[in-house]
Protein backbone atom coordinates (compact mmCIF):
# COMPACT_ATOMS: atom_id res chain seq x y z
CA UNK A 1 0.00 0.00 0.00
CA UNK A 2 2.74 2.38 1.18
CA UNK A 3 4.69 2.18 -2.64
CA UNK A 4 1.10 2.60 -4.26
CA UNK A 5 0.89 5.66 -2.38
CA UNK A 6 4.31 6.99 -2.93
CA UNK A 7 4.02 6.87 -6.46
CA UNK A 8 0.97 8.48 -6.43
CA UNK A 9 2.65 11.53 -4.08
CA UNK A 10 5.28 11.34 -6.67
CA UNK A 11 3.21 11.84 -9.79
CA UNK A 12 1.03 15.21 -7.29
CA UNK A 13 4.51 16.92 -6.75
CA UNK A 14 5.41 16.85 -10.51
CA UNK A 15 1.98 18.36 -11.18
CA UNK A 16 2.57 21.07 -8.63
CA UNK A 17 5.90 21.50 -9.89
CA UNK A 18 4.78 22.04 -13.08
CA UNK A 19 2.16 24.81 -11.59
CA UNK A 20 4.34 26.51 -9.85
CA UNK A 21 6.63 26.74 -12.78
CA UNK A 22 3.47 28.82 -14.55
CA UNK A 23 2.98 30.34 -11.11
CA UNK A 24 5.63 30.94 -9.22
CA UNK A 25 4.29 33.59 -6.65
CA UNK A 26 1.40 31.09 -5.88
CA UNK A 27 1.78 30.70 -1.94
CA UNK A 28 -0.82 27.87 -2.23
CA UNK A 29 0.49 25.73 -4.62
CA UNK A 30 4.01 26.32 -2.52
CA UNK A 31 2.13 25.35 0.69
CA UNK A 32 1.32 21.86 -1.28
CA UNK A 33 4.93 21.34 -2.43
CA UNK A 34 6.56 21.26 0.76
CA UNK A 35 3.31 19.29 2.31
CA UNK A 36 4.14 16.59 -0.91
CA UNK A 37 7.55 16.72 -0.48
CA UNK A 38 7.45 15.98 4.04
CA UNK A 39 4.55 12.92 2.78
CA UNK A 40 6.89 11.32 0.13
CA UNK A 41 9.93 11.48 3.00
CA UNK A 42 7.97 9.65 5.70
CA UNK A 43 6.44 7.34 2.95
CA UNK A 44 10.10 6.44 1.60
CA UNK A 45 11.09 6.29 5.70
CA UNK A 46 8.29 3.87 6.46
CA UNK A 47 8.81 1.15 3.18
CA UNK A 48 12.36 1.35 3.91
CA UNK A 49 11.76 0.54 7.70
CA UNK A 50 9.16 -2.34 6.63
CA UNK A 51 11.59 -3.88 4.22
CA UNK A 52 14.24 -3.84 6.52
CA UNK A 53 12.09 -5.82 8.71
CA UNK A 54 10.79 -7.98 6.40
CA UNK A 55 14.61 -9.10 6.23
CA UNK A 56 15.39 -9.67 9.44
CA UNK A 57 12.43 -11.63 9.68
CA UNK A 58 13.50 -13.52 6.65
CA UNK A 59 17.25 -14.35 8.13
CA UNK A 60 15.45 -15.53 11.22
CA UNK A 61 12.97 -17.64 9.44
CA UNK A 62 15.96 -18.95 7.37
CA UNK A 63 18.26 -19.69 10.73
CA UNK A 64 14.94 -21.01 12.45
CA UNK A 65 14.72 -23.12 9.75
CA UNK A 66 18.33 -24.50 9.42
CA UNK A 67 18.39 -25.05 13.31
CA UNK A 68 15.72 -27.27 13.36
CA UNK A 69 16.48 -29.39 10.23
CA UNK A 70 19.84 -30.09 11.68
CA UNK A 71 20.21 -33.53 12.88
CA UNK A 72 22.30 -33.47 16.06
CA UNK A 73 24.17 -36.36 17.34
CA UNK A 74 25.81 -37.74 20.99
CA UNK A 75 29.89 -36.19 20.75
CA UNK A 76 28.83 -33.27 18.00
CA UNK A 77 29.96 -30.13 18.97
CA UNK A 78 27.45 -26.74 19.34
CA UNK A 79 26.48 -23.60 21.12
CA UNK A 80 23.38 -23.96 23.40
CA UNK A 81 21.55 -21.61 25.50
CA UNK A 82 22.06 -21.97 28.71
CA UNK A 83 18.15 -21.81 30.70
CA UNK A 84 19.59 -19.53 33.79
CA UNK A 85 21.01 -16.60 31.39
CA UNK A 86 19.34 -16.91 27.58
CA UNK A 87 23.16 -16.71 26.62
CA UNK A 88 24.56 -19.00 24.17
CA UNK A 89 27.42 -21.05 24.95
CA UNK A 90 29.95 -23.81 23.70
CA UNK A 91 28.51 -27.44 24.09
CA UNK A 92 29.04 -31.20 23.74
CA UNK A 93 25.73 -33.68 23.15
CA UNK A 94 26.09 -36.34 25.32
CA UNK A 95 22.86 -38.14 24.58
CA UNK A 96 20.16 -37.80 22.32
CA UNK A 97 16.44 -39.40 23.54
CA UNK A 98 12.60 -38.20 22.88
CA UNK A 99 10.51 -38.96 19.64
CA UNK A 100 10.94 -37.96 16.11
CA UNK A 101 8.82 -35.09 16.31
CA UNK A 102 10.17 -33.79 19.70
CA UNK A 103 14.04 -34.41 20.18
CA UNK A 104 15.28 -34.12 23.14
CA UNK A 105 19.50 -33.43 23.54
CA UNK A 106 21.41 -33.47 27.03
CA UNK A 107 24.31 -31.24 26.50
CA UNK A 108 27.19 -30.36 28.43
CA UNK A 109 28.51 -27.06 28.56
CA UNK A 110 32.31 -26.31 27.86
CA UNK A 111 34.15 -25.34 30.90
CA UNK A 112 31.44 -25.88 33.40
CA UNK A 113 30.30 -29.57 32.76
CA UNK A 114 27.18 -27.96 33.98
CA UNK A 115 24.15 -30.87 32.26
CA UNK A 116 20.63 -29.69 30.49
CA UNK A 117 18.31 -31.56 28.72
CA UNK A 118 17.73 -29.10 25.98
CA UNK A 119 15.28 -29.52 22.86
CA UNK A 120 16.51 -28.29 18.71
CA UNK A 121 15.69 -24.65 18.78
CA UNK A 122 18.20 -24.18 22.25
CA UNK A 123 21.25 -25.84 19.78
CA UNK A 124 22.99 -24.06 16.49
CA UNK A 125 25.92 -25.25 14.51
CA UNK A 126 29.07 -23.40 15.68
CA UNK A 127 29.97 -20.96 13.00
CA UNK A 128 32.14 -21.18 10.28
CA UNK A 129 36.25 -20.83 11.74
CA UNK A 130 34.68 -20.97 15.13
CA UNK A 131 37.65 -20.89 17.96
CA UNK A 132 36.07 -23.23 20.48
CA UNK A 133 39.09 -22.92 22.85
CA UNK A 134 39.04 -19.35 22.97
CA UNK A 135 35.54 -19.29 23.84
CA UNK A 136 35.56 -22.12 26.73
CA UNK A 137 35.96 -19.44 29.52
CA UNK A 138 39.27 -19.28 31.83
CA UNK A 139 37.32 -17.80 34.58
CA UNK A 140 33.87 -19.86 35.63
CA UNK A 141 31.10 -18.17 36.29
CA UNK A 142 29.68 -18.55 39.97
CA UNK A 143 28.03 -22.14 39.92
CA UNK A 144 24.36 -22.11 40.91
CA UNK A 145 22.89 -23.58 44.57
CA UNK A 146 21.79 -27.07 42.27
CA UNK A 147 24.98 -27.05 40.76
CA UNK A 148 26.90 -26.60 44.09
CA UNK A 149 24.89 -29.22 45.53
CA UNK A 150 25.16 -31.60 42.62
CA UNK A 151 28.91 -31.18 42.51
CA UNK A 152 28.93 -31.82 46.49
CA UNK A 153 26.52 -34.53 46.38
CA UNK A 154 28.89 -36.49 43.83
CA UNK A 155 32.01 -35.98 45.71
CA UNK A 156 30.76 -37.38 48.69
CA UNK A 157 29.50 -40.01 46.68
CA UNK A 158 33.11 -40.61 44.90
CA UNK A 159 34.32 -40.25 48.63
CA UNK A 160 31.99 -42.98 49.53
CA UNK A 161 33.34 -45.20 47.04
CA UNK A 162 36.74 -44.66 48.26
CA UNK A 163 36.52 -45.27 51.76
CA UNK A 164 34.56 -48.68 51.42
CA UNK A 165 37.12 -49.75 48.87
CA UNK A 166 40.15 -49.02 51.51
CA UNK A 167 37.81 -50.83 54.08
CA UNK A 168 37.68 -53.72 51.98
CA UNK A 169 41.43 -53.92 50.82
CA UNK A 170 42.57 -52.94 54.74
CA UNK A 171 40.54 -56.17 56.00
CA UNK A 172 41.90 -58.75 52.95
CA UNK A 173 45.16 -57.57 54.21
CA UNK A 174 44.71 -58.59 57.78
CA UNK A 175 42.72 -61.78 57.09
CA UNK A 176 46.13 -62.41 54.79
CA UNK A 177 48.87 -61.54 57.40
CA UNK A 178 46.68 -63.81 60.29
CA UNK A 179 46.49 -66.46 57.85
CA UNK A 180 50.59 -66.19 57.56
CA UNK A 181 51.10 -65.92 61.13
CA UNK A 182 48.96 -69.08 61.91
CA UNK A 183 50.64 -71.08 58.86
CA UNK A 184 54.07 -70.37 60.11
CA UNK A 185 52.87 -71.36 63.85
CA UNK A 186 51.93 -74.74 62.84
CA UNK A 187 54.79 -75.26 60.74
CA UNK A 188 57.25 -74.78 63.77
CA UNK A 189 55.16 -77.30 65.63
CA UNK A 190 55.39 -79.82 62.70
CA UNK A 191 52.16 -79.68 61.60
CA UNK A 192 51.69 -79.15 58.01
CA UNK A 193 48.97 -76.82 56.55
CA UNK A 194 47.89 -77.59 53.03
CA UNK A 195 48.15 -74.99 50.03
CA UNK A 196 51.09 -73.12 52.15
CA UNK A 197 54.27 -74.61 51.40
CA UNK A 198 55.56 -78.75 50.70
CA UNK A 199 53.65 -81.77 49.23
CA UNK A 200 49.60 -81.16 48.80
CA UNK A 201 47.94 -83.94 50.74
CA UNK A 202 45.79 -85.11 48.26
CA UNK A 203 49.15 -84.93 45.25
CA UNK A 204 48.47 -87.81 42.67
CA UNK A 205 51.20 -90.42 43.53
CA UNK A 206 54.37 -90.82 40.95
CA UNK A 207 53.63 -94.52 40.38
CA UNK A 208 50.71 -95.05 38.19
CA UNK A 209 49.56 -97.64 39.91
CA UNK A 210 49.74 -95.86 43.07
CA UNK A 211 45.92 -94.39 44.63
CA UNK A 212 45.55 -90.94 46.64
CA UNK A 213 46.28 -90.75 50.07
CA UNK A 214 47.50 -88.94 52.66
CA UNK A 215 50.94 -87.57 52.52
CA UNK A 216 53.35 -87.70 55.46
CA UNK A 217 50.65 -89.14 57.97
CA UNK A 218 53.40 -92.38 58.59
CA UNK A 219 50.80 -94.74 58.08
CA UNK A 220 50.84 -96.72 55.12
CA UNK A 221 47.75 -97.25 52.89
CA UNK A 222 44.60 -98.87 53.54
CA UNK A 223 44.61 -102.13 52.01
CA UNK A 224 41.38 -103.58 50.66
CA UNK A 225 40.59 -107.33 49.85
CA UNK A 226 39.61 -108.24 46.45
CA UNK A 227 35.96 -108.96 45.94
CA UNK A 228 34.78 -112.32 45.29
CA UNK A 229 31.28 -113.19 43.89
CA UNK A 230 29.38 -115.50 46.20
CA UNK A 231 28.46 -118.58 44.87
CA UNK A 232 25.38 -120.65 46.41
CA UNK A 233 25.62 -124.33 46.60
CA UNK A 234 22.59 -126.94 46.20
CA UNK A 235 21.90 -127.07 49.46
CA UNK A 236 21.59 -123.72 50.38
CA UNK A 237 18.16 -123.36 48.53
CA UNK A 238 16.69 -125.10 51.80
Known amino acids: MERKELETYQVQLAQVEDAIAAEPDNAELTDLRDQLKELISLTEATLAQTESSSK ?25 KYSRDGSWYPARVAAVGGSGENRQYSVV ?4 NTTELLNAAALKPLPPNYNLAAHVPTNKRKLSREEEEERERKKKKNEKKLETRATKAKEQAEKQTSWQKFAKKAEKKGVHIAGTSGTS ?38
Not at 109 to 112: A, L, R, S, T
Open 201 to 238: IFKTPDNPLGRVGVTNSGKGMTSYGDRVKHKFAPDEAT
Open 109 to 112: FKGY
Open 56 to 80: ADHSRKREKDAVAAHTWSAGDECLA
